[in-house]
T-cell receptor
Framework: EPEVTQTPSHQVTQMGQEVILRCVPISNHLYFYWYRQILGQKVEFLVSFYNNEISEKSEIFDDQFSVERPDGSNFTLKIRSTKLEDSAMYFC?????????????FGSGTRLTVV | DQQVKQNSPSLSVQEGRISILNCDYTNSMFDYFLWYKKYPAEGPTFLISISSIKDKNEDGRFTVFLNKSAKHLSLHIVPSQPGDSAVYFCAASPEYGNKLVFGAGTILRVKS
């Protein structure tokens, strides 16, 4: 079964440093997303990406965040200057963009720890 | 943001019995609903979905019921198995392809 792959599984970074979280969505999917889950809280939407541009973003997704699909297969989330409150599990997801019984496929996540 | 609510933080069920997980929503624009299962330190795994034109969708042991007038959906798992023990999230979207809004999750424990 096709998977969404995320790397690294765990990233520890110092406050103020830049991090890049990487995702390889399912190859025939057209819509790509980043979500995050702070420990003990809900899964929250960050951003959606379609046709090489951001289609929607949440209030969380401020100027410190950016996304890119640099080579047609990878989908990255960059946090320019990390803060302690950015510590969370970050999930990448993708879907076909068409009505489906298959939902949105999520990756296994990257645990980001900002110290 | 309480657009999707799962009011039961946890549920404990005996193996072989039915598990019923509930979800309420407030946004009448939601048109597509999903249930996900999640283990610790893993991503959400898609279980089943339903669009607003239906009131029931079934896939094996999993059935989702949608009551649009009450803005309520439920997930039935029959029979429940110990491997079903996980956190279950309800999610909603105004249209397939749009962002998902998640509930807080319900921890299901199936006792053998």
């Amino acid at each position: 079964e096709p998977e969404v792959t995320q790397t690294p599984s765990h990233q520890v970074t110092q406050m103020g440093q830049e991090v890049i979280l990487r995702c390889v969505p399912i190859s025939n999917h057209l819509y790509f997303y980043w979500y995050r889950q702070i420990l003990g809280q809900k899964v929250e939407f960050l951003v959606s990406f379609y046709n090489n541009e951001i289609s929607e973003k949440s209030e969380i997704f401020d100027d410190q965040f950016s996304v890119e699909r640099p080579d047609g297969s990878n989908f990255t989330l960059k946090i320019r200057s990390t803060k302690l409150e950015d510590s969370a599990m970050y999930f990448c997801a993708s879907n076909t963009g068409h009505g489906s019984n298959y939902g949105y496929t999520f990756g296994s996540g990257t645990r980001l720890t900002v110290v | 943001d309480q657009q999707v609510k799962q009011n039961s933080p946890s549920l404990s069920v005996q193996e072989g019995r039915i598990s019923i997980l509930n979800c309420d929503y407030t946004n009448s624009m939601f048109d597509y609903f999903l249930w996900y299962k999640k283990y610790p330190a893993e991503g959400p795994t898609f279980l089943i979905s339903i669009s607003s034109i239906k009131d029931k969708n079934e896939d094996g042991r999993f059935t989702v019921f949608l009551n649009k007038s009450a803005k309520h959906l439920s997930l039935h798992i029959v029979p429940s198995q110990p491997g079903d023990s996980a956190v279950y999230f309800c999610a909603a979207s105004p249209e397939y392809g749009n962002k998902l809004v998640f509930g807080a999750g319900t921890i299901l424990r199936v006792k053998s």
